[in-house]
């Protein structure tokens, strides 16, 4: 890696201070487990001159479940999350999501915060420059994006952003979108379906460079709510999702009377399955009812060559994702 200034910030003014200081040259660390990676494969076009330490703050790492539902610090482990008690038993799917993030390693270091706003995934983009040099994709600078006529068997299925057919890597974000969560930040609130975005640049979320999640918040369930994630790797610990989902439904006198899907992994963005939703509310539950909503959730779908395969699969996992609410 090359020479950067470290500091360790006291408080979230400071951070954001540092931030504006040194501009675009600057960025925030927290568990690191993505940044590192970014530092050491030279990944973007300039290099920081400035890392901003979050841990050295107090009051970002704590669990709070209160009245109003769930209060999360962005320093929280992704372990911390997992095995927090009240989380696995009042919102499940979020659980089993942190759960199966990564390697018990990468969920000891990895925060919540840094799970949502990491960078999108795609082997050119994150192509090593130490290894034959930098690949301009058109996230670097390029025309076109290298994927569509390359290697693209874990690209989006729905098209591109800005050309690009990168994924979404988050395994949490489609837990806290099926759970309507707000992000709160140094600025402002931010409604959980606003939240991610591919058209930020090189960046997966709405956040303004000098601009700091401060929590996560995740509303307390309806009576008769129920939650649940699934998620689809070549292995279960360790490797990123081929496709992923999360569902949070609520039945009333024994009908679905809320509805919330969301895929992730197949787009640029968390995906929202709102006409799936739509196709269960007011219906019971059922394996037949389920299967609808999968086939409704890829209806729009435009795989390449390389990648049909996920359609079969997200169409899949919707359904075993909303059975599983069910159990």
Not at 17 to 40: F, N, R, W
Not at 143 to 161: E, N, Q, T, Y
Not at 282 to 291: D, N, P, V, W
Request: with cysteine.
């Amino acid at each position: 890696m090359r020479r950067f200034n470290h500091f360790d910030a006291s408080s979230i003014e400071e951070a954001v201070s540092l931030l504006q200081e040194y501009k675009d040259a600057s960025y925030v660390i927290a568990g690191g487990s993505d940044l590192m990676g970014c530092l050491k494969d030279n990944l973007w076009m300039e290099y920081p001159k400035a890392i901003i330490n979050l841990k050295t703050i107090p009051g970002l790492n704590e669990i709070n479940v209160e009245e109003d539902g769930l209060h999360i610090g962005p320093l929280v482990t992704l372990t911390e999350l997992s095995e927090c008690a009240p989380v696995k038993e009042t919102w499940p799917g979020l659980a089993e999501a942190a759960r199966r993030t990564a390697s018990p390693l990468l969920r000891n270091m990895g925060t919540v915060a840094g799970n949502i706003c990491q960078e999108n995934r795609c082997w050119y983009y994150r192509y090593p420059d130490k290894i034959g040099g930098r690949i301009d994709c058109v996230r670097k600078g390029g025309k076109r994006c290298l994927a569509v006529p390359g290697d693209h068997r874990f690209h989006s299925i729905f098209g591109a952003v800005k050309k690009c057919i990168a994924v979404n890597p988050s395994d949490t974000a489609p837990a806290f979108v099926a759970l309507d969560a707000t992000i709160k930040t140094s600025k402002r609130e931010i409604a959980i379906d606003e939240f991610f975005s591919a058209e930020n640049g090189a960046g997966s979320t709405i956040l303004e460079h000098d601009e700091i999640v401060t929590e996560i918040f995740v509303p307390r369930p309806q009576a008769g709510s129920a939650s649940a994630f699934m998620k689809i790797a070549y292995r279960k610990s360790i490797d990123f999702a081929i496709v992923n989902c999360a569902a949070s439904i609520t039945v009333t006198d024994g009908k679905i009377s809320a509805a919330r899907i969301c895929l992730n992994g197949v787009h640029n963005n968390p995906r929202r399955c709102e006409t799936s939703e739509e196709a269960l509310i007011g219906k019971l539950l059922s394996e037949e009812l389920a299967a609808e909503a999968g086939e409704l959730a890829v209806a729009e779908a435009k795989p390449l060559f390389q990648n049909i395969h996920k359609v079969q699969m997200s169409k899949t996992i919707v359904a075993d994702t909303l059975m599983e609410c069910a159990n």
